[in-house]
């Protein structure tokens, strides 16, 4: 795992939730956080790579990705060089890393036939998820780089949400 630091000043990100994920390739396993800041603006970022990839550790807020997302055209893909602009750190392989989470948290789909192309989905369900855990006084603390095996649960298969923060939370406070 090669991570790349952005000079920006840090974000106070209170971390909702964490999750692993396979990389859009499938050649590796991601950890990313979900957090928010203290005016409760969603807020991302991989945390760690099995992989060898150098990639941005750096938190995305949730309405600047949606934001990208709206420029796109309608009629085409949602692809991962889209989000290049998010980053501070200029690695290629951040973007779809990032997609690859927002493949696994349900916000995004793959397209039909179409190999390295997406649709949006509906962030209701999630964004419903996110504002129970903002309600919460969660706020997980992970070690950057580290695999929170015990705080993350199961990696998210196609399609299907990862168990929630909260639950997991309350477990290791029991």
Do not use: H
């Not at 070690?143 to 290791?172: D, F, I, V, Y």
Request: hydrophobic fraction near 35%; include cysteine.
């Amino acid at each position: 795992m090669k991570r790349s630091k952005s000079n920006e000043p840090k974000l106070a990100i209170r971390v909702l939730k964490i999750g692993s994920c396979s990389s859009l390739t499938g050649k590796s396993t991601l950890t990313y956080q979900i957090g928010c800041t203290a005016e409760s603006d969603i807020q991302f970022r991989v945390a760690s790579n099995t992989g060898g990839g150098f990639f941005s550790d750096e938190w995305v807020a949730f309405n600047t990705i949606q934001e990208a997302f709206d420029k796109q055209p309608k009629e085409r893909p949602i692809i991962s060089l889209i989000l290049y602009p998010l980053f501070q750190g200029r690695s290629l392989n951040t973007p779809a890393f990032l997609l690859a989470v927002l493949k696994a948290e349900g916000l995004v789909k793959p397209l039909g036939d179409k190999k390295r192309g997406y649709e949006r989905i509906d962030p209701a369900e999630f964004m419903a998820e996110i504002r129970k855990l903002i309600n919460t006084t969660v706020d997980l603390k992970a070690e950057e780089g580290k695999q929170p095996s015990e705080l993350a649960s199961q990696p998210a298969k196609r399609g299907r949400k990862l168990k929630s923060t909260q639950e997991n939370a309350s477990a290791l406070t029991n």
